[in-house]
């Protein structure tokens, strides 16, 4: 990073490519560095001390694995980021925004390969009734279950990733990030990966040879969802999906708002645009249809741009292309009756 901070542009402000942001966006960039790498801190921290006490549990090595992956999403924030404030050039007219979604998709990725091992190892350890040894530890003269400091390094790694998650969920919606918004998703559900370890571990106490490996299929099913989930977040957007909000579960009101400001401009009859997302900013080709086939002049057309740029930071990306009439092959679905493209896509997103 620079010494002026995180992404700081010519005149001092923090940018992605051309965009600058606002000040309330430039403080949640800042923030969400801060704890991106305040959340590696704690995962050296909470590997190391896992590895130490893990021992021969399937459920505590399903616990360590996903620390391990914990490391991707915050570092692949930090990288992205990094390439998301560089300048468009002639090699990329568009900028390096794409770097969230290829971030994005390093994390599914990684995510849905160790799942898939960790289901396919702690399954075959449940029907294969294998019974994981718990024994002593010894700490100068005192021996005790090697079960308590397991126990213990689980409370200890299970609750500041939930205060983090909490803490970065509202960056990744003020500045659109996907990657953040993975992190801190994973973050919010990492308690459930330590209570199951914690269940796991007295189970075997108890004489349940079966609760650990059923702990660890828990666990790696929790991440074998995320990285599904994600996969599909990622890649959609990668694919040139229509914007959807930060989540992917529906479609983002910026493209209706862009649409129904062009429309109340007075020259205008009417107006559809579609919208790709970039990763932090949207790039957005608005088609126009002019009253009565008046040909506007370059004062109206920079006029309506200004009108629509102005709703949101991150439709800068913005052309205005006057036509005679909207291009269906260019906005499918825009034959259909208003609200019915919008719901079939919300349906089909999920």
């Known amino acids: 990073m620079s010494g002026r901070g995180p992404a700081a542009g010519a005149e001092g402000g923090v940018t992605f490519g051309h965009t600058e942001l606002p000040e309330e966006q430039s403080a949640a960039l800042r923030r969400a560095i801060r704890l991106a790498w305040g959340t590696i801190a704690f995962l050296l921290v909470g590997v190391t001390l896992v590895y130490l006490v893990m021992g021969s549990s399937q459920a505590m090595k399903a616990a360590w694995a996903e620390d391990l992956l914990s490391f991707i999403p915050p570092i692949s924030f930090l990288v992205a980021v990094r390439f998301a404030r560089r300048r468009p050039t002639t090699a990329h007219p568009y900028g390096y925004h794409r770097s969230v979604g290829v971030g994005h998709l390093v994390a ?40 308590w400091p397991m126990i213990g390094a689980m409370v200890l790694t299970g609750i500041p990733p939930v205060l983090l998650g909490r803490a970065k969920m509202p ?88 649409d129904a400001r062009l429309r109340a401009l007075p020259w205008v009859e009417d107006a559809r645009s579609r919208v790709r997302d970039q990763g932090h900013v949207f790039h957005v080709e608005a088609f126009v249809v002019p009253r009565d086939g008046r040909a506007p002049s370059l004062r109206e057309l920079a006029e309506a741009r200004e009108a629509a740029t102005a709703l949101d930071w991150k439709v800068q990306d913005l052309v205005v292309v006057p036509v005679e009439e909207l291009p269906e092959e260019m906005l499918p679905g825009v034959a259909a009756a208003e609200g019915e493209d919008e719901r079939r896509a919300g349906a089909g997103s999920r």
């Open 108 to 147: 599914a990725a990684a995510l849905l390969t160790m799942g898939t091992f960790l289901v396919l190892d702690s399954g075959s350890g449940l029907l294969a009734a294998e019974h994981p040894p718990v024994g002593v530890m010894h700490l100068g003269d005192h021996v005790f279950w090697a079960g």
């Open 171 to 258: 960056l990744a919606r003020t500045l659109h990030d996907r990657v953040l918004y993975a992190d801190a998703d994973m973050n919010k559900a990492d308690w459930m990966t330590a209570l199951g370890s914690v269940v796991g571990i007295l189970g075997i106490g108890a004489g349940l040879w079966w609760a650990d490996s059923a702990a660890a299929l828990f666990i790696s099913v929790s991440i074998l969802r995320d990285g599904i989930a994600n996969l599909r977040v990622a890649s959609g957007a990668l694919m040139d999906a229509r914007a959807t909000t930060v989540d992917g579960d529906e479609p983002h009101p910026l493209t209706g708002e862009v």
